[in-house]
């Protein structure tokens, strides 16, 4: 008996992940709601955003647009080409039974970009606007949360599926799985990218690194990502020892010469030929 995470048109990581793919697909295609795929890992958001790109392209119901944020006066141009046909109760209340026209999905695919005011209009379009047939498709990338803007113009009708990442154990039983099922150069590129993304995640990035040293913390002390730590620990007693060994240096002239002069006003003179000129350090 075949697994059934395994088709013609791919495979899921887990039974879960079908079934919320299969609800996620449902609602856009059948209801019409806008839908978000959020994770921590790209690779995740990818292989399942696009198998459901290539699902709606293969539907004669479905007109899919890409959408990359950046430019809102493009986007009400966009909108008002789509609502021309239409009047304002129409575009509000939607289509009568059986005249209703093909949904229109707008993929977003890159979010770093995307203002309030996109936000704002995309989520209208969404939402009050049933009888323009438009929905979301947001793919977000590396998020755990969709941007503050988007998730706050939304009110109603959007559906999110969280996907989450499997433990490396998880991913071992699931190769060794889809090797018996003939799926093991299928899913070879995925669990490539997931196990990178995850070794990526292990080390602190740039950014991580600059902060920790700004609020002076003792990285050092951190043993969870052992060669960085090692390499970080090489490496600051060096960028600490020069400034220290040059104020200390500063300080020894700057004593010997005081001590020098001192001695010259308050030692009699048949003890000057006693003196070494050097600092004592006892």
Excluded: C
């Excluded at 998020?143 to 706050?152: C, D």
């Excluded at 154990?169 to 093991?184: K, N, V």
């Excluded at 500063?250 to 010259?264: N, P």
């Amino acid at each position: 008996m075949s697994d059934r995470r395994f088709d013609a048109e791919g495979f899921f990581l887990t039974a879960v992940d079908q079934a919320r793919y299969q609800r996620v697909l449902e609602s856009l295609v059948s209801q019409g709601r806008s839908v978000a795929l959020l994770s921590s890992s790209g690779a995740l958001v990818e292989h399942y955003g696009q198998r459901l790109l290539a699902s709606l392209r293969g539907r004669s119901d479905i007109l899919l647009e890409s959408y990359t944020p950046g430019s809102p006066d493009a986007l009400m141009s966009r909108l008002n080409q789509l609502l021309e046909p239409l009047s304002v109760d129409q575009a509000r209340g939607g289509a009568e039974e059986g005249e209703e026209g093909p949904l229109r999905v707008f993929a977003l695919h890159e979010l770093e970009s995307l203002d309030a005011d996109e936000a704002a209009l995309l989520a209208r379009m969404a939402q009050d606007l049933p009888g323009a047939r438009i929905a979301l498709l947001i793919l977000a990338y590396r998020r755990r949360r969709l941007p503050e803007a988007l998730e706050q113009s939304f009110r109603r009708g959007l559906r999110s599926w969280s996907i989450p990442v499997p433990p490396d154990d998880a991913l071992e039983t699931f190769e060794s799985e889809a090797e018996a099922q003939g799926f093991g150069d299928e899913v070879a590129p995925l669990l490539t990218q997931l196990r990178r993304e995850r070794l990526v995640d292990s080390f602190p990035s740039p950014d991580e690194e600059s902060s920790g040293a700004n609020l002076g913390e003792r990285v050092d002390e951190d043993d969870s990502v052992a060669t960085p730590s090692v390499s970080r620990r090489t490496k600051a007693p060096a960028l600490v020892r020069w400034p220290f060994l040059l104020a200390a240096g500063l300080t020894v002239l700057a004593l010997s010469w005081w001590y020098g002069a001192g001695q010259e006003q308050f030692v009699a003179p048949g003890d000057r030929s006693s003196l070494s000129g050097e600092l004592s350090t006892k």
